[in-house]
Protein backbone atom coordinates (compact mmCIF):
# COMPACT_ATOMS: atom_id res chain seq x y z
CA UNK A 1 0.00 0.00 0.00
CA UNK A 2 1.00 3.56 -1.27
CA UNK A 3 2.10 5.49 2.38
CA UNK A 4 3.28 9.28 2.08
CA UNK A 5 4.83 10.67 5.46
CA UNK A 6 5.68 14.01 5.86
CA UNK A 7 8.07 16.14 8.38
CA UNK A 8 7.55 18.65 9.94
CA UNK A 9 3.73 18.47 10.59
CA UNK A 10 4.34 21.55 12.11
CA UNK A 11 7.00 24.13 11.42
CA UNK A 12 7.75 27.84 13.20
CA UNK A 13 10.19 29.77 11.34
CA UNK A 14 11.40 33.33 11.47
CA UNK A 15 11.40 35.56 8.05
CA UNK A 16 14.57 35.38 6.35
CA UNK A 17 15.81 31.82 7.35
CA UNK A 18 15.83 28.81 5.33
CA UNK A 19 14.22 25.48 5.87
CA UNK A 20 13.01 22.24 4.58
CA UNK A 21 9.78 19.85 4.28
CA UNK A 22 10.28 16.21 3.54
CA UNK A 23 8.23 13.91 2.00
CA UNK A 24 8.69 10.10 1.92
CA UNK A 25 6.76 8.01 0.40
CA UNK A 26 6.44 3.83 0.28
CA UNK A 27 6.22 2.75 -3.58
CA UNK A 28 7.66 3.67 -6.92
CA UNK A 29 5.22 6.60 -8.13
CA UNK A 30 4.87 7.98 -11.33
CA UNK A 31 4.29 11.57 -10.02
CA UNK A 32 4.88 13.69 -6.86
CA UNK A 33 2.86 16.65 -6.33
CA UNK A 34 3.30 19.50 -4.00
CA UNK A 35 0.44 21.95 -2.86
CA UNK A 36 -0.11 25.21 -1.06
CA UNK A 37 -3.66 25.68 1.11
CA UNK A 38 -4.12 28.81 2.85
CA UNK A 39 -6.56 28.78 6.05
CA UNK A 40 -10.15 27.93 5.02
CA UNK A 41 -8.88 28.19 1.24
CA UNK A 42 -8.78 25.62 -1.47
CA UNK A 43 -5.53 24.41 -2.60
CA UNK A 44 -3.15 25.58 -5.46
CA UNK A 45 -0.72 23.64 -7.18
CA UNK A 46 2.46 24.31 -6.63
CA UNK A 47 5.25 21.74 -8.83
CA UNK A 48 4.75 18.54 -9.87
CA UNK A 49 7.80 16.38 -10.60
CA UNK A 50 8.03 13.50 -12.57
CA UNK A 51 11.58 11.82 -12.91
CA UNK A 52 14.54 11.18 -10.53
CA UNK A 53 16.45 14.39 -10.51
CA UNK A 54 13.80 16.70 -11.10
CA UNK A 55 13.98 20.14 -9.76
CA UNK A 56 11.85 23.09 -10.03
CA UNK A 57 11.60 26.03 -8.41
CA UNK A 58 9.04 29.15 -8.21
CA UNK A 59 9.80 32.32 -6.00
CA UNK A 60 11.09 31.25 -2.50
CA UNK A 61 10.00 27.67 -3.36
CA UNK A 62 12.51 24.87 -4.75
CA UNK A 63 11.28 21.69 -5.13
CA UNK A 64 13.14 18.22 -5.82
CA UNK A 65 12.48 14.60 -6.55
CA UNK A 66 15.09 11.67 -5.41
CA UNK A 67 13.25 8.26 -6.84
CA UNK A 68 15.79 6.37 -5.88
CA UNK A 69 15.15 7.36 -2.05
CA UNK A 70 11.86 7.82 -2.50
CA UNK A 71 12.06 11.39 -1.27
CA UNK A 72 11.03 15.00 -2.14
CA UNK A 73 11.93 18.10 -0.69
CA UNK A 74 10.80 21.09 -0.50
CA UNK A 75 13.14 24.48 0.42
CA UNK A 76 11.96 27.44 1.59
CA UNK A 77 14.89 30.33 1.36
CA UNK A 78 14.49 32.90 3.16
CA UNK A 79 11.22 32.89 4.27
CA UNK A 80 8.44 35.81 4.26
CA UNK A 81 5.42 35.80 6.41
CA UNK A 82 3.36 35.31 2.83
CA UNK A 83 4.24 31.66 2.59
CA UNK A 84 2.32 31.01 5.67
CA UNK A 85 0.14 28.18 4.48
CA UNK A 86 -0.25 24.46 5.18
CA UNK A 87 1.90 22.73 2.84
CA UNK A 88 0.58 19.13 1.15
CA UNK A 89 2.80 16.40 -0.88
CA UNK A 90 0.84 14.15 -3.15
CA UNK A 91 1.91 11.09 -4.99
CA UNK A 92 0.36 8.71 -7.39
CA UNK A 93 1.08 5.62 -9.08
CA UNK A 94 -0.77 5.61 -12.15
CA UNK A 95 -0.72 1.44 -13.23
CA UNK A 96 -1.83 1.09 -9.71
CA UNK A 97 -4.52 3.16 -9.51
CA UNK A 98 -3.71 4.43 -6.13
CA UNK A 99 -3.07 8.56 -4.94
CA UNK A 100 -1.90 9.43 -1.59
CA UNK A 101 -1.57 12.55 0.25
CA UNK A 102 0.78 13.33 2.80
CA UNK A 103 -0.66 14.78 5.98
CA UNK A 104 0.91 18.42 5.59
CA UNK A 105 3.01 20.58 6.96
CA UNK A 106 1.47 23.69 8.94
CA UNK A 107 4.13 26.30 8.23
CA UNK A 108 3.98 29.49 10.03
CA UNK A 109 6.59 32.45 9.24
CA UNK A 110 7.13 35.12 11.93
CA UNK A 111 8.68 38.64 11.56
CA UNK B 1 -9.94 32.54 -18.79
CA UNK B 2 -12.51 31.59 -16.05
CA UNK B 3 -11.38 29.74 -13.36
CA UNK B 4 -12.74 26.48 -12.09
CA UNK B 5 -15.90 26.42 -11.02
CA UNK B 6 -17.96 24.31 -8.47
CA UNK B 7 -21.78 24.13 -7.36
CA UNK B 8 -22.89 24.81 -4.50
CA UNK B 9 -20.63 25.99 -2.75
CA UNK B 10 -22.36 24.63 0.58
CA UNK B 11 -24.55 22.07 1.21
CA UNK B 12 -26.55 20.53 3.74
CA UNK B 13 -28.00 17.30 3.75
CA UNK B 14 -29.44 14.54 6.05
CA UNK B 15 -28.06 11.17 6.15
CA UNK B 16 -29.70 8.53 3.18
CA UNK B 17 -30.20 11.69 1.01
CA UNK B 18 -28.05 11.76 -2.31
CA UNK B 19 -26.18 14.69 -3.55
CA UNK B 20 -24.94 15.85 -6.47
CA UNK B 21 -22.10 18.18 -7.21
CA UNK B 22 -20.93 19.73 -10.21
CA UNK B 23 -17.40 21.58 -11.31
CA UNK B 24 -16.81 23.34 -14.14
CA UNK B 25 -12.94 22.92 -15.52
CA UNK B 26 -11.11 25.86 -17.23
CA UNK B 27 -12.02 25.61 -20.73
CA UNK B 28 -9.99 23.52 -22.81
CA UNK B 29 -9.11 21.43 -20.11
CA UNK B 30 -9.70 17.55 -20.48
CA UNK B 31 -9.24 16.23 -17.52
CA UNK B 32 -11.05 16.33 -13.69
CA UNK B 33 -10.17 14.85 -10.60
CA UNK B 34 -12.05 15.57 -7.53
CA UNK B 35 -10.67 14.95 -4.03
CA UNK B 36 -12.56 14.92 -0.39
CA UNK B 37 -10.73 16.71 2.54
CA UNK B 38 -11.74 15.91 6.06
CA UNK B 39 -9.93 16.86 9.31
CA UNK B 40 -9.83 12.97 9.99
CA UNK B 41 -8.70 11.77 7.27
CA UNK B 42 -7.09 14.84 5.82
CA UNK B 43 -6.61 14.56 1.63
CA UNK B 44 -7.84 11.51 -0.39
CA UNK B 45 -8.45 10.97 -3.83
CA UNK B 46 -11.49 10.17 -5.07
CA UNK B 47 -11.15 9.82 -9.32
CA UNK B 48 -10.30 11.35 -12.42
CA UNK B 49 -11.65 11.89 -15.79
CA UNK B 50 -10.34 12.39 -19.03
CA UNK B 51 -12.32 12.86 -21.93
CA UNK B 52 -15.28 11.33 -20.71
CA UNK B 53 -13.74 8.22 -18.98
CA UNK B 54 -12.45 7.61 -15.74
CA UNK B 55 -8.82 7.17 -15.37
CA UNK B 56 -8.26 6.63 -11.90
CA UNK B 57 -10.00 5.69 -8.91
CA UNK B 58 -9.24 5.90 -5.02
CA UNK B 59 -10.49 4.03 -2.48
CA UNK B 60 -13.88 4.84 -2.12
CA UNK B 61 -17.10 2.78 -1.76
CA UNK B 62 -19.60 2.88 -4.45
CA UNK B 63 -21.82 5.43 -2.99
CA UNK B 64 -19.05 7.74 -4.82
CA UNK B 65 -19.65 7.81 -8.22
CA UNK B 66 -18.60 10.38 -10.62
CA UNK B 67 -19.12 11.27 -14.71
CA UNK B 68 -17.77 13.98 -17.25
CA UNK B 69 -19.78 15.28 -19.93
CA UNK B 70 -18.64 15.97 -23.28
CA UNK B 71 -18.07 19.55 -22.37
CA UNK B 72 -15.57 18.39 -19.81
CA UNK B 73 -17.44 19.32 -17.18
CA UNK B 74 -18.02 16.90 -14.39
CA UNK B 75 -20.28 15.28 -11.16
CA UNK B 76 -19.75 13.58 -8.55
CA UNK B 77 -22.74 12.11 -6.88
CA UNK B 78 -22.92 10.45 -2.95
CA UNK B 79 -25.84 8.34 -2.37
CA UNK B 80 -26.98 7.56 0.88
CA UNK B 81 -24.81 9.57 2.57
CA UNK B 82 -23.42 9.23 6.30
CA UNK B 83 -21.93 11.48 8.89
CA UNK B 84 -18.77 11.19 7.70
CA UNK B 85 -18.89 12.44 4.37
CA UNK B 86 -19.28 15.94 5.57
CA UNK B 87 -16.23 17.38 4.05
CA UNK B 88 -14.55 19.95 1.45
CA UNK B 89 -15.25 18.53 -1.90
CA UNK B 90 -12.46 19.84 -4.39
CA UNK B 91 -12.58 19.60 -7.85
CA UNK B 92 -9.09 20.40 -10.47
CA UNK B 93 -8.64 20.27 -14.25
CA UNK B 94 -6.04 20.38 -15.96
CA UNK B 95 -4.37 20.38 -19.63
CA UNK B 96 -2.71 16.84 -19.55
CA UNK B 97 -1.25 14.59 -17.61
CA UNK B 98 1.87 16.16 -16.52
CA UNK B 99 0.45 19.83 -16.58
CA UNK B 100 -0.38 21.49 -13.67
CA UNK B 101 -3.81 20.88 -12.15
CA UNK B 102 -6.19 24.24 -11.30
CA UNK B 103 -8.16 24.02 -8.53
CA UNK B 104 -11.90 25.10 -7.89
CA UNK B 105 -12.70 26.83 -4.32
CA UNK B 106 -14.75 23.47 -3.38
CA UNK B 107 -18.02 22.51 -2.20
CA UNK B 108 -18.28 22.33 1.55
CA UNK B 109 -20.85 19.37 2.58
CA UNK B 110 -22.62 18.76 5.72
CA UNK B 111 -24.44 15.61 6.62
CA UNK B 112 -26.68 15.98 9.65
Known amino acids: ELKVEQNPLFLSMQEGKNYTIYCNYS?????LYWYRQDPGKSLESLFV?????AVKQEGRLMASLDTKARLSTLHITAAVHDLSATYFC???????????FGAGTRLTVKP | KAGVTQTPRYLIKTRGQQVTLSCSPISGHRSVSWYQQTPGQGLQFLFEYFSETQRNKGNFPGRFSGRQFSNSRSEMNVSTLELGDSALYLCASSDGWVETQYFGPGTRLLVL
Open chain 1, 27 to 31: TTSDR
Open chain 1, 90 to 100: AVDTYNNNDMR
Open chain 1, 49 to 53: LLSNG
